[in-house]
C-alpha cells in the first residue's frame, strides 16, 4: 500500500489569536514525517483550540463523493458539498484546475476556538519542498466560518491537493506555533545568552561602516540615516530547534520603541498618525521621516550559520541599552491513516 505523506508547516505570520491555516501546503510523496506526536483519531487539541479532519472529497463536473479520514461515507459533508457546487456561482473564479496523470482531492478541516481559548495559539502551513501544490479553496464552498461574541470560533479550510494515481492513503503534518511566551531581556554588551535552551552570542557592538552613496531622491522623499548602532549576533548552538527567536531595541529597563525618528530619538506610534493627519492633503506625499528602532530574527528550524546576523537599531546609543528576544515555540502533529479512497 503506498502511502503519501502531506506535510504541512509552519509560517512566519503574526495571526494573534486565530487559529488558522494557511492558504499553500503540499502533498509530498517522498518526504517522511519529522519528529512529532502522532495522532490516530485526526483530531488535534492544542490550548483551547481543536482541528478535526472532518473529510476527504473527490469531485466530477457535477457532484462530490466525501467520506470521513477513515474511509468511512461521510453524507453530511457530501451533501453540504453537493449544495454549494450547485449554487456556486461561476463567475466567481473559484473553478478547480486539472492535472492530467494526478489524483486529486480536497481535505476539509474543521477548526473550533472556545471562548477561553488561547489567543497565542496559531495552526499554520506552508509551502514544502516538493512541486505538489495545495490550494486554498475555503471560499468556493461559501463563508461556513462563525463566531460568537465569547470569541469562540467555528470553521472549514479546504485544501485541494494531487498525488500519484495508485496513492491510497496520506499522512499530513501540522505544527502549532504558539506566541506570547515571556520576553527576556538582555544587555547589549559582547558576550553569550540563552532562550529557551538555544545559545547566541553577541560578538561586536559599534557603528555601522561607512554608508554607500545613495541615487538621488524624488521630491517629496526623506532620505533616512544609516543605522546608529550595529549588534552583531551569531548562533552558537542550537538544542531546541522548535523555537525561533525575534529581537527589537528596548531602554535601560526592557521597554521597547514603536519609531524612531531620523535624528535617531524616539517615537511613538502617535506621532507618526499625528504626521501623517498633518500631511495627509500634502501634494508632493511626502514620505514619514520616521524608522523603525531595528530588529533582527533566527529560526532554530534553520539556523543561519557562518557569519553573524547583524541588529541594525535606528535610534541613537543613549537610547539603545536593551535587546528585546521574544520566542515562539513549535509543536509537530502527524496525523496518520488518512484515506485517499472511500471503503
Not at 495522532?39 to 463523493?65: H, P, Q
Not at 528596548?250 to 501623517?276: F, H, L, R, S, V
Amino acid at each position: 500500500m503506498k502511502i503519501t505523506h502531506f506535510s504541512i508547516l509552519s509560517t512566519a505570520l503574526l495571526v494573534s489569536g486565530s487559529a488558522i491555516f494557511t492558504n499553500r501546503a503540499i502533498a509530498s510523496q517522498q518526504q517522511q514525517p519529522s519528529a512529532g506526536r502522532t495522532i490516530e483519531d485526526y483530531r488535534i487539541e492544542y490550548g483551547n483550540n481543536v482541528a478535526t479532519v472532518d473529510g476527504i472529497c473527490k469531485f466530477d463536473e457535477t457532484s462530490a463523493l466525501c467520506w470521513k479520514p477513515d474511509g468511512s461515507p461521510n453524507p453530511s459533508l457530501t451533501d453540504r458539498i453537493k449544495r454549494a457546487i450547485a449554487s456556486n456561482n461561476p463567475s466567481s473564479g473559484r473553478q478547480f484546475t486539472v492535472t492530467f496523470g494526478k489524483k486529486q482531492r480536497a481535505l476539509f478541516i474543521k477548526v473550533t476556538r472556545s471562548s477561553n481559548s488561547n489567543y497565542g495559539n496559531e495552526l499554520a502551513a506552508q509551502e514544502g519542498r516538493d512541486g505538489n501544490l495545495w490550494s486554498n479553496y475555503s471560499g468556493m464552498f461559501g463563508n461556513a466560518n462563525s463566531s460568537d461574541f465569547d470569541g469562540s470560533y467555528t470553521g472549514w479550510n479546504v485544501y485541494l491537493g494531487k498525488f500519484d494515481l495508485d496513492a491510497k492513503m496520506a499522512n499530513i503534518q501540522l505544527i502549532n506555533t504558539t506566541y506570547g511566551r515571556k520576553s527576556k531581556i538582555i544587555p547589549i554588551q559582547v558576550g553569550r545568552f540563552e532562550v529557551n535552551g538555544n545559545t547566541y552570542e553577541i560578538t561586536s557592538v559599534g557603528p555601522p561602516p561607512p554608508p554607500k552613496s545613495n541615487p538621488p531622491l524624488a521630491p517629496g522623499y526623506v532620505q533616512l540615516p544609516p543605522p546608529r548602532l550595529v549588534v552583531n549576533i551569531k548562533v552558537v548552538q542550537i538544542t531546541n530547534p522548535n523555537t525561533s527567536l525575534s529581537l527589537s531595541v528596548g531602554d535601560t529597563n526592557g521597554k521597547g520603541y514603536e519609531y524612531a525618528t531620523k535624528d535617531g530619538k524616539p517615537a511613538t506610534y502617535q506621532d507618526y498618525n499625528d504626521w501623517q493627519r498633518k500631511h495627509m492633503a500634502n501634494p508632493n506625499h511626502e514620505q514619514p521621516p520616521f524608522n523603525y528602532p531595528g530588529g533582527a530574527s533566527f529560526d532554530g528550524a534553520s539556523p543561519i550559520s557562518g557569519s553573524p546576523v547583524p541588529l541594525s537599531i535606528y535610534l541613537q546609543p543613549e537610547f539603545s541599552k536593551t535587546i528585546i528576544a521574544n520566542s515562539t515555540d513549535r509543536e509537530v502533529y502527524n496525523i496518520v491513516g488518512l484515506h485517499l479512497e472511500p471503503n
